[in-house]
């Protein structure tokens, strides 16, 4: 019928006093309130997270393997790109980049629904990962284990700079 609007759009956006129905009944709602996603399908999301998973995952291979040729530009990417993944999962270079990507949009979802940018170390302390999601192996110690390997890859490139330097 011409006379009459349509009802829906891809992504709703609620009434300006309501809070959003986050977990709503279609996965294509959209995010409204996130800062980074907002006006995104969860979708769309999940697709773009695990296209750049699969690049990081690429690239951490790729600085592991030319170690060896040029150690500080390979420490550099390796210890950034586990600051950005290493977060959601200790193994995330060996992970399957969908898995992950699912985990990351998750944790996106549940800021969305609160409205708030907690971080994941606090998602994951609320149990939020003992559901269907899981810890996998019980990694909630995950940090002080990658804050010791980031210690001890700092202790190698001052060892390797001294040598440099005194050589």
């Known amino acids: 019928m011409p006379d009459q609007e349509p009802t829906s759009s891809p992504i709703a956006t609620p009434d300006p006093g309501e809070p959003a129905d986050i977990g709503a009944t279609s996965f294509d709602r959209g995010f409204i309130w996130h800062p980074v996603h907002k006006g995104k399908s969860y979708q769309q999301v999940q697709r773009e997270v695990r296209e750049e998973i699969g690049r990081d995952q690429r690239s951490h291979h790729l600085a592991l393997e030319g170690a060896e040729q040029s150690e500080h530009?390979?420490?550099?990417?390796?210890?950034e790109l586990e600051r950005r993944w290493g977060t959601y999962d200790f193994d995330w270079a060996e992970m399957d980049p969908a898995a992950l990507a699912e985990r990351v949009v998750t944790f996106e979802r549940e800021r969305e629904?609160?409205?708030?940018?907690?971080?994941?170390?606090?998602y994951r302390a609320s149990g939020a990962l003992t559901g269907g999601d899981g810890d996998p192996g019980g990694r909630s110690g995950g940090l002080s284990i990658r804050l010791i390997v980031i210690a001890a890859v700092a202790i190698l490139a001052v060892v390797i700079l001294v040598a440099l330097l005194s050589g």
Request: charged share 40%.
């Open 73 to 79: 530009d390979s420490l550099t990417s390796i210890v």
């Open 113 to 122: 629904k609160r409205r708030e940018m907690i971080s994941f170390d606090e």
